[in-house]
């Protein structure tokens, strides 16, 4: 990742008595004509530079969360995932510390992790949920209850020719086999602090994630919003499975994003980890955090 400005550090901000970490887990490049839909090369280029491929360089931001009573982890970065021959055509850059060490580094031991939450399962949100130690997937966090939709670990692990591109079976399955699986449908609590507000769109079964404390509010927004440039309602990328979904999952959320006055985080943003989703006239957009 040669561009000068992306954000390779570690933002930490808090909600309330909520203190979040954003971890850097490495960098993946996509085509920007996928990542932006309908909207013209003449408009995102602007926003995020295409490579020599017409890629846009994003980054894969997993959460650590620490709330007065959890350890949580939301996220988990591509991990061992993708096989190192597929890492060129994904411009994938994964050479840091795998998502155990990077919890390790930000202060908290991997084995204290007591919850795993993420807003859907495809490889690269989902393929650090286990590490690859002796040829064998073991779970990253051994001692932590995983929560999902019950639809996307449906479709995660049976993946049919519509889904079988996005989702890595294999590096997923030992969680059930360890039974450390919380399947839930729906907007529900996760833990005190922690919830999930269902979203679909980006997969059939997406979910974002609300952190709220002391009156104060942030979300993690998966791929529903996956950088900041993806803000405006319109900026909805060709991956989404249903993007009239989407639409209608932004419509619901932003206005209660910009009441709430939200700490957003975007999980594949390279420069802005976090920031707030304001109402702008009659529409919305990102703005920094001050
Ligand atoms: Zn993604």
Request: aromatic residues 8%; hydrophobic residues 40%.
């Amino acid at each position: 990742m040669t561009a000068p400005n992306y954000f390779a550090g570690n933002a930490r901000v808090n909600v309330g008595r909520i203190q979040v970490t954003t971890l850097l887990d490495g960098w993946l490049s996509l085509d920007g004509g996928a990542m932006y839909g309908v909207v013209p090369k003449t408009l995102w280029s602007q926003k995020l530079p295409a490579d020599d491929q017409n890629r846009v360089g994003m980054a894969m931001r997993p959460l650590l969360v620490r709330t007065p009573s959890n350890l949580v982890v939301v996220e988990s970065g591509i991990g061992q995932a993708v096989p190192p021959e597929l890492h060129e055509r994904y411009g994938i850059d994964r050479t840091g510390p795998w998502l155990d060490e990077l919890v390790r580094n930000a202060g908290e031991d991997p084995e204290k992790v007591d919850t795993v939450v993420c807003t859907h399962l495809h490889w690269d949100h989902a393929g650090g949920l286990c590490r690859m130690i002796d040829d064998a997937y073991r779970p990253t966090f051994p001692n932590a209850q995983h929560v999902f939709q019950a639809g996307e670990w449906q479709i995660a692990t049976n993946p049919t020719n519509l889904h079988k591109a996005s989702y890595a079976p294999p590096s997923l399955l030992p969680l059930a086999e360890h039974g450390l699986l919380k399947l839930v449908s729906g907007d529900c609590e996760v833990v005190p602090g922690v919830r999930f507000e269902f979203t679909n769109g980006h997969t059939e079964n997406h979910a974002v994630v609300w952190l709220q404390d002391s009156g104060e509010s942030g979300a993690f927004l998966g791929d529903l919003v996956p950088t900041a440039s993806h803000v405006p309602l319109a900026w909805i990328s060709a991956y989404d499975i249903n993007a009239g979904g989407s639409w209608r999952a932004r419509e619901s959320l932003y206005p209660k994003l910009a009441q709430a006055n939200a700490k957003v985080f975007y999980y594949h943003e390279p420069e802005f980890p976090v920031g707030r989703v304001i109402r702008d006239g009659t529409r919305y957009r990102h703005s920094g955090l001050t």
